[in-house]
T-cell receptor, first 109, second 115 residues
Framework: GQSLEQPSEVTAVEGAIVQINCTYQTSGFYGLSWYQQHDGGAPTFLSYNGLDGLEETGRFSSFLSRSDSYGYLLLQELQMKDSASYFCAVISNTGKLIFGQGTTLQVKP | NAGVMQNPRHLVRRRGQEARLRCSPMKGHSHVYWYRQLPEEGLKFMVY????????ESGMPKERFSAEFPKEGPSILRIQQVVRGDSAAYFC?????????????FGEGSRLTVL
């Protein structure tokens, strides 16, 4: 089976940097993705890691270590609009995508 | 280029009725995923389909739930004899290929309320 663990809540202030960790257990691992969801709306894709290392997309970066079954999402220069839920998701080599329970990020002024 | 379209956005059913949720993937996408989400919870995988084929339905309850993605037309998630516990948001997502599964495009969801 597959399982993912990520913190349930994180709080940070505007302008700060926050890191959301994700550990996973799965067979047939293919990659790790990150999604953002505001107020129960449509989840939106943020980043994908298929190989070890850091992927940078603007203020957001994502990291993967396959040997440690670990990844993280790094959000820099936090803005109030970044308050949302963030999900890590494991992609298997069959194309199936399993999501973690999500991390609620609250950005304070 | 329209995104993933789901309808209805909101659906109210009484216990024992049937619910049909539709999903039209993005143009050019032949892979569709269905997820269920309860308030304050994560997205629970239900089923992964490719045109005319069910690839993985390991997250689907064995009874009352079925999904299809015909050659023509939208993907349908069908829930028969609904119960109150079926009340949830159901999200559909699409990708152009299995290798594109890292980046799914989601619809706005269909919110089912069972009275």
């Amino acid at each position: 089976g597959q399982s993912l663990e990520q913190p349930s809540e994180v709080t940070a202030v505007e302008g700060a940097i926050v890191q959301i960790n994700c550990t996973y257990q799965t067979s047939g691992f293919y990659g790790l993705s990150w999604y953002q969801q505001h107020d129960g709306g449509a989840p939106t894709f943020l980043s994908y890691n298929g190989l070890d290392g850091l992927e940078e997309t603007g203020r957001f970066s994502s990291f993967l270590s396959r040997s440690d079954s670990y990844g993280y999402l790094l959000l820099q220069e936090l803005q109030m609009k970044d308050s949302a839920s963030y999900f890590c998701a494991v992609i298997s080599n069959t194309g199936k995508l399993i999501f973690g329970q999500g991390t609620t990020l609250q950005v304070k002024p | 280029n329209a995104g993933v379209m789901q309808n209805p956005r909101h659906l109210v059913r009484r216990r024992g009725q049937e619910a049909r949720l539709r999903c039209s993937p993005m143009k050019g996408h032949s892979h569709v995923y269905w997820y269920r989400q309860l308030p304050e919870e994560g997205l629970k995988f239900m089923v992964y389909l490719q045109k005319e084929n069910i690839i993985d339905e390991s997250g689907m309850p064995k009874e009352r739930f079925s999904a299809e993605f015909p050659k023509e037309g939208p993907s349908i998630l069908r829930i028969q004899q609904v119960v109150r516990g079926d009340s949830a948001a159901y999200f559909c997502a699409s990708s152009p290929s299995r290798d594109g599964a890292g980046e799914l495009f989601f619809g706005e969801g269909s919110r089912l309320t069972v009275l």
